[in-house]
């Protein structure tokens, strides 16, 4: 299996319709907000989803994503309670900007049918691929796998919305995380009312993406970026 | 767009073939080191997979990646003797496996008909979702715009492999980043002479995947983790 013996693959190529599909997903997918309430998701859809996570590329094969299912009640609204502490926190960090922040949805963590808890775990020690940047890619790693599972959802056509409005501190001593594990996002999934169609922040008038063109470059980074 | 009133979706319900369509992409992708030399992609292909990285999620919609399509021979000859120079630099870290680890193909930079570099752009000040976790969550939005290129690659029946053996430093002088940016990944993308049917690195006997009952978990950390 070295370069003069590439291993010979059983994959059949994929079809247009297939590409489109991907692209299609990729287009609709969306952070989403707003949760049918009283929904479940059926548990074979669950284990796809934790699956697709699970198929994420990792550095040096350390797969450091954790996931963790909230089933608890009392843990939700544990989890709920924080997000809403740092709701308030970022309003004030937000400036001018604080009572426009207020009005925006920014979580659906009380009416999701599911909520997971992405953790990346302690340290390994890998060093393959990650000597220089060890943290880094570790992070790397797990925003693979949400993402994965996030394309999933939508394709299983389950919003999802990831919120990372929260203390890392306080949800690792709620869920009794290790000291050396980072929660890095909390994931709400569920049926929705409908998908946006763009994003909401943009919807909302709250901020909007900018174009391809200003984040592409060739070579060198540019003397003056559009972007920065 | 308020909690009470969600916008109705245009969209249309994903089907079964296209879910198949994504979940077969997920389980094709691979970490490719060997490609097909003397190729190229067509310009129209390198737009799609740069639109799919721009159709990630972003905290706060910052967008933080800027993608740098490497054209220079000269440019691409300097990154290939920077990761040769961790590679070596890696090998000594190895410890009693360093024999073994330099005999593995971990890039394909040479030969890969198109090479990108994948930067975290200098930090925009936004506060959304980031109060608490300001590097990390721009470095997730990075990655999920890595991993919709990664997937996107695949569909296109082209090979990606995520290099991250290089000195950020040096690579950030080589191509003139500003001093605040991060290069995090240098992506080599082409046609591929056959998609490795399991992780090289499992092929190679380096290291193997363990399985997701290993790292998914119920409310709690487990009092004693498998994976840990």
Redesign the interface.
Known sequence: ???DQ??????S??SS???D?????????R?MR?FLPGQRVPDEVML?L???A????S???M?P????????PE?RQALVTLVEE?RQ??AE??GKRSEE?L?L??EGLRDCAELLVA?L??D?GT???????PR??A??????A???L???A????LGMG???????ARVRGL????EA??P??LLCIGP??????K??????G?????P?DD???????PAA?A??
């Open positions: 299996m070295h370069s590439p291993i010979r693959s059983q994959h190529d994929f319709d297939e590409r599909a991907l692209y299609r997903v990729m287009a609709e997918r952070d707003h796809r934790l699956q697709a699970h198929r994420a590329p550095v040096g094969l797969q994503w954790r996931l963790l299912r909230i089933t608890s843990l740092e926190a970022t960090a937000m922040f009005r949805k920014v953790v775990a302690p390994d060093v393959f691929g990650r000597r220089t940047m880094d890619m992070v790397c790693s797990v925003a693979c949400i993402q994965n996030w394309l999933a939508r394709a299983e056509n990831w919120v990372s409005m929260f203390d890392p869920l009794q995380l290790p594990a980072d890095l996002a929705v009312p409908a998908f946006y169609e994003p909401m922040l943009e919807l909302e709250w901020r909007y993406g900018r391809l984040f592409a470059f060739t070579d060198r980074w970026s972007a920065d």
